[in-house]
């Protein structure tokens, strides 16, 4: 795979999500976060690969990976209205579904679509696959990282104007109430990630938000989440309270110690 590869799978991509506007600019909001949010996911993964001292090719096949890596949202929004997968079906199973259909790395070698349908599957798995294969897990680890750190960077933009423009996609439908789950607590406490199913509020999905930093696995993840004050700028949002603070105080502590390694957390 080479760059010439790459422009051509980033045409297509461009063609497949333009089919997805309509006359509708409330209906296209969405669609049209999810191709930005792609966008800065290459951007993201480039970032971290070039920091890494990733090859070229390595490069190109990372950046593959995030260009789809979200493709499957575009087919899950306009069959369900929603991007909550619990609500709908598991968005990366979809997008590898659109994937074949279409036949998109049909030009690419086994080697190259095994590796790219595995980081896809598996960017918004709850944990990595307990495999032996250090250049899947490379790619996989390298993709959530360049995910999540764009993530935050659409949630907290969602939240300064959630007040003008709320969005129950975004939300996943909990409502706003001024409570959070001590479930989600004790994970930021024990250095763990918040699970899906114990969320009851939008307090509860900010604060699992936060707790993905415990998912991070490079050390350039961790300088930008850092550089780009995700963690304040989410606990801002937040109500005021000693067991929130505690509780974010432990995921900021947790990104600073990590933000001068230069392998794999190991946590």
């Known amino acids: 795979m080479n760059r010439k590869d790459l422009a051509r799978l980033k045409t297509w991509f461009n063609g497949y999500v333009s089919g997805y506007y309509t006359d509708d600019s409330k209906y296209n909001h969405p669609i049209l976060l999810k191709e930005n949010h792609t966008k800065r996911v290459c951007e993201n993964i480039i970032m971290i690969g070039k920091a890494m001292g990733l090859s070229d090719y390595d490069l190109i096949l990372a950046e593959t990976m995030a260009l789809f890596h979200d493709i499957g949202r575009f087919e899950q929004y306009t069959l369900y209205g929603t991007?909550?997968?619990?609500?709908?079906?598991?968005?990366?199973?979809?997008?590898?579904q659109q994937m074949a259909?279409?036949?998109?790395?049909?030009?690419?070698?086994?080697?190259?679509?095994?590796?790219?349908?595995?980081?896809?599957?598996?960017?918004n798995a709850a944990a990595l696959p307990d495999?032996?294969?250090?250049?899947?897990?490379?790619?996989?680890?390298?993709?959530?990282d360049a995910d999540k750190l764009d993530i935050w960077k659409v949630v907290i933009d969602y939240y300064h104007e959630r007040d003008k423009h709320q969005n129950?996609?975004?939300?996943?439908?909990?409502?706003?109430?001024?409570?959070?789950?001590?479930?989600?607590?004790?994970?930021?406490?024990?250095?763990?990630?918040?699970?899906?199913?114990d969320l009851k509020t939008l307090n509860d999905f900010k604060l699992l938000q936060i707790s993905w930093v415990f998912d991070l696995n490079y050390t350039p993840s961790f300088k930008a989440a850092e550089n780009r004050k995700y963690l304040d700028q989410i606990e801002a949002t937040l109500p005021k309270s000693k067991?929130?603070?505690?509780?974010?105080?432990?995921?900021?502590?947790?990104?600073?110690?990590?933000?001068?390694?230069?392998?794999?957390?190991?946590?």
Do not use: C
Request: glycine share 4%; aromatic share 4%; proline share 2%.
């Open 83 to 96: 991007f909550s997968d619990k609500a709908s079906e598991n968005h990366a199973k979809l997008g590898l």
């Open 101 to 123: 259909v279409h036949n998109v790395l049909s030009e690419n070698t086994k080697d190259e679509k095994r590796l790219i349908a595995s980081a896809i599957a598996y960017h």
């Open 131 to 144: 495999i032996n294969d250090e250049k899947a897990l490379l790619y996989m680890r390298l993709l959530r």
């Open 168 to 197: 129950s996609a975004i939300e996943l439908g909990l409502p706003n109430d001024p409570v959070w789950s001590q479930k989600i607590i004790e994970a930021l406490m024990n250095n763990k990630i918040g699970r899906l199913e």
């Open 243 to 267: 067991e929130i603070a505690d509780a974010v105080g432990k995921a900021r502590d947790y990104v600073k110690s990590h933000m001068h390694e230069d392998s794999l957390t190991g946590d």
